[in-house]
């Protein structure tokens, strides 16, 4: 089965401060992704990864950055957290092209304050 | 732009009848279509794919058609059971490595 964790299941964050957010997956998949999740707006996608130290952005980059030293380890940053940052963070990876399915982690609920 | 729809409404469905829920997509011509379950506070788990040329796939009591004409797809749990209960999500592939996913339909399958 194909797991994948993330560092965090709940995060209290104040204004300002930088964020790590860290996901893991077991399976030696490809493709790496970072997508937040809102209600009323669903997944949207910040960050993907298709190989290691490659990234490109998604829909809504802004303020965040990544980074995928490992083919295991897809990491996303806050630079410098603002409210409107308060979501769900998902990872998910996936062992190829959009044909395939995505393997989700359990999700990261972040809050700042 | 590309958008996804799916019913925003929550679906309430009597035990042991058929669920069936909508994605309808605009201004885009996917090759593919997936379906996610999410429960409360977890990612979503994968179900079906189904790809544009197979109008319609069954796994268990699920069924998915697509119809690329009416740019829509449809979703249906058969004998539906309280634990089916959870929030749908419909996902189009586009380009190589990006999905877009719809908002979900919650569904909740009453005992």
């Known amino acids: 089965d194909v797991k994948v964790t993330q560092s965090s299941r709940y995060l209290v964050k104040r204004t300002g401060e930088k964020v790590f957010l860290e996901c893991v997956q077991d399976m030696d998949h490809e493709n790496m992704f970072w997508y937040r999740q809102d209600p009323g707006l669903g997944l949207r996608l910040i960050y993907f990864s298709y190989d290691v130290k490659m990234k490109e952005k998604g829909d809504i980059p802004e303020g965040y950055s990544v980074s995928r030293e490992k083919k295991e380890r897809f990491s996303l940053i806050l630079e410098s957290a603002s409210t409107n940052q308060t979501s769900m963070y998902l990872c998910?990876?996936?062992?190829?092209?959009?044909?395939?399915?995505?393997?989700f982690g359990p999700g990261t609920r972040l809050t700042v304050t | 732009s590309q958008k996804i729809e799916q019913n925003s409404e929550a679906l309430n469905i009597q035990e042991g009848k058929t669920a069936t829920l909508t994605c309808n997509y605009t201004n885009y011509s996917p090759a593919y279509l997936q379906w996610y379950r999410q429960d409360p506070g977890r990612g979503p788990v994968f179900l079906l794919l189904?790809?544009?040329?197979?109008k319609e796939k069954r796994k268990e009591r699920l069924k998915v058609t697509f119809d690329t004409t009416l740019k829509q797809s449809l979703f249906h749990i058969t004998a539906s059971q309280p634990a089916d209960s959870a929030t749908y999500l419909c996902?189009?592939?586009?380009?190589?490595?990006?999905?877009?996913f719809g908002t979900g339909t919650r569904l909740k399958v009453l005992a």
């Open positions: 998910a990876s996936s062992l190829g092209d959009t044909t395939y399915e995505q393997y």
């Open positions: 996902a189009l592939g586009t380009g190589t490595y990006k999905y877009i």
């Open positions: 189904i790809r544009e040329n197979e």
